[in-house]
């Protein structure tokens, strides 16, 4: 099973930024859509920013609508998500996700399937 690899995380001030990476662990099927999830302790996970691979659409949480952007021209299967203007909030794990699935009709929306293990992200006041 295919595996993502994050990197990236690590401990920020209110209003710094971090870039965080995500790629594949080994060759594999072109994704319909890659992703970004956090989970803060004690919370849900949230769908935080998405991109669909073909047309490179992306999908941002109204949380971090205008903060984080994930940059066009990813590689096959790697990510990026650019945060300006962190914010003590934005403290959390944050997960990279994939849809691998080898056979995708046209215009369907993602299915996350592949995960990673999880990078931290720490914003102090």
């Known amino acids: 099973q295919v595996q993502l690899v994050e990197s990236g995380g690590g401990a920020v001030q209110a209003g710094g930024s971090l870039r965080l990476s995500c790629a594949a662990s080994?060759?594999?099927?072109?994704?319909?859509?890659m992703g970004w999830f956090r989970q803060a302790p004690g919370k849900e996970r949230e769908e935080v920013a998405s991109?669909?691979?073909?047309?490179?659409?992306?999908i941002y949480a109204e949380s971090v609508r205008g903060r984080f952007t994930i940059p066009p021209g990813n590689a096959k299967n790697t990510v990026s998500l650019q945060m300006h203007s962190l914010k003590p909030e934005d403290t959390a794990m944050y997960y990279c996700?994939?849809?691998?699935?080898?056979?995708?009709?046209?215009?369907?929306?993602?299915?996350?399937?592949?995960w990673g293990q999880g990078t931290q992200v720490t914003v102090s006041s």
């Open positions: 996700a994939a849809d691998l699935r080898p056979v995708v009709v046209a215009g369907s929306l993602c299915e996350f399937d592949s």
């Open positions: 080994k060759d594999t099927y072109m994704s319909h859509c």
């Open positions: 991109i669909y691979i073909d047309s490179e659409a992306t």
